[in-house]
């Protein structure tokens, strides 16, 4: 696993170029920690830092064919690169070194685009062609490694994380109010926006081909999941199809010159793949897991699934490491949160992410993970209810009925509710993402003028999009679809890159390798969802594995306790950031409305005056939880005085 970064130049350059490369590079020396290396040729300039998983001894980069036409910097690990490196042998490509980022340098030389259609595996790269004068900037099928970018008249540039690209000069630091509305919409920021204006995200299987003389661009997706094609099986071959798929997804996943491991939460998803890795290695692996203590220091049993993790861990004879969080903890990790996510971001689960994996990072180099099994194998009681909602809201919203323009006049509050909101939207937009922080209908009554005249598009747009792409027949697998580009890569997969990446810890994750994810596309819904009963098939499958008291156990998020914390340890740094004091009232700012951090977010002119105050009273008096609403606003005024402590509206 490793960072890169690079830029290249459309005009004559006012600054110091090897200089500005090696400015970002070293801001993903995290990403790197074992070396760093540079191209430079003309106007074309890449770099890279190596966190050293296969070939550890070779390999190094950008790497360059030996007849210097092509030339890579490559983040990811590409898992068929054997089977390809002898199918090259055959082509009369010779190789100097045993990894696979030369193989993945010999496959883009001798197939160009055609090779993302052979690759397996996680990604992100950018191969310069120096005789046709192109750049192939790609990212993998499901968006597991992260790719940013500035396209404008002088530059493009390209950067693992944004703090690395924010530091080249021709990059506007500008902030993008559209995409804050969205982060605080769902607590995240979909692709292809950022925080930044003029910075976009790769979204997840594409691709694109940059003119260095130019500067023209033609992007495209290379990729899709065809739901049409169903297999024709019963649940006993499913089943056994199942575990072939998955066994060879994690078979390819244990490929490493370091040492593994897994983490194990304690539910099916993660403790099946740990259970296939202790089969195929025949031996006992290393396991970890978090779980949450109290203020008075005793084990959370509401939040945590210490018990459970080892209770997986003793089934399995793993060697496991359990690490036990205290709200302290989480304090003294702020400052390490802002410089990991830099751009806004509201996963709770992050924070403890983080410290998971400083843990695991002390023990392996790399971890698999659980990841994507959920919105695969319908594994939230979300997507159940939202089927039988959807039988009404045909009806009621339909084209013909009164009843949308007739719930358009309910106070907002009332047009907040989850099938009122639906009867409201078009079929493809009434299924938007797992997280509501601040609800679309209430926007009005919270943001100030002049942050909601800014904000041109809502999170149902972007699900939209993905819903009329799925090919889905089902309504189930599409709006699983709609979570697998949306919610997936630009939360939850951005949530592990940073923070095992911070740690300089790789994670694989098994379940998103895309032929697993096509041959789960060709089950039958019904082996998915059986009415109740989520992740039906897989459950069947981990009944083989694991014990029955741990695979038909009800699902437990992963996050921490917050409505407790808010109100206690992270209190302070609740006011600090939200601009109140302990009672929730608004504090007064002797330097005015200029956006600096002491005001906190109430200066900074996105919200109405006493909306924040307000959120605070309701939480702190149990009138209602807005935990989630606080812990976001929390991160976002951390973010501002960590990127842009001067911004106000």
Known sequence: MCGISGFVTFSRAAYDADAALRHMNRRLSHRGPDAEGYFAHENVFLAHRRLAVIDIAASTQPMTTADGRHTIVFNGEIYNYRILREELRALGRHFATNGDTEVLLQAVAEWGDGALQRIEGMFAFASFDKADQTLLVARDHLGVKPLHFVANATTFALASELKALIEHPAVSKDINLDALGLFLECQYIPAPLTIYRDVSKLEAGHALRLNVRTGDIARWQYWSVNYQQKLSVCEGEATDLLDAELRRSVTSMLVADVPLGAFVSGGVDSSVVAAL???????????????????????????????????????????????????????????????????????????????????????????????????????????????????????????????????????????????????????????????????????????????????????????????????????????????????????LLTKVDRATMAYSLEARVPYLDHRFVEFVARLDPALKQQGKTTKYILKKLAASYLPTEIVYRNKQGFVMPLSSWLQSSLKPHVDAALGTDRNGRSRNCSNGSNGSSSGGLAKRGLFREGALAKIQAEHASGRSNHAGRIWALTVLEQWFQRYAPEFSL
């Not at 949160?337 to 695991?360: R, Y």
């Not at 039988?388 to 719930?407: C, Q, V």
């Not at 819903?467 to 709006?479: F, H, R, T, V, W």
Request: glycine share 6%.
């Open 277 to 491: 890795m202790t089969d195929l290695t025949g031996k006992p692996i290393e396991t970890f897991n978090l779980g949450f203590l109290d203020q008075s220091g005793r084990p959370d049993t509401t939040q945590s699934e210490h018990d459970e993790a080892a209770t997986v861990a003793a089934h399995l004879g793993s060697h496991h490491h359990a690490l036990m969080v205290k709200p302290s903890d989480v304090t003294d990790a702020f400052g390490d949160w802002v410089n990991v996510f830099d751009e806004p971001f509201g996963d709770q689960a992050a924070l403890p992410t983080m410290l998971l994996s400083k843990l695991t990072r002390q023990h392996v180099t790399v971890a698999l993970t659980g990841e994507g099994a959920d919105e695969l194998f319908s594994g939230y009681a979300n997507y159940q209810k939202r089927v039988a909602e959807e039988k009404i809201s045909a009806i009621l919203g339909a084209s013909a009925s009164p009843f949308p323009s007739l719930l358009a006049m309910l106070p907002a509050a009332a047009r907040k509710d989850r099938l009122v909101k639906a009867i409201m939207q078009p079929k493809a937009k009434r299924y938007a993402t797992i997280p509501n922080v601040f609800d679309r209908a209430l926007q009005p009554t919270l943001f100030s003028e002049g942050f909601l005249a800014q904000q041109k598009t809502h999170i149902a747009d972007y699900a939209a999009k993905f819903y009329d792409e799925c090919n889905a027949s089902d309504y189930i697998e599409k709006i699983m679809y709609v979570d697998m580009r949306l919610w997936l890569p630009d939360d």
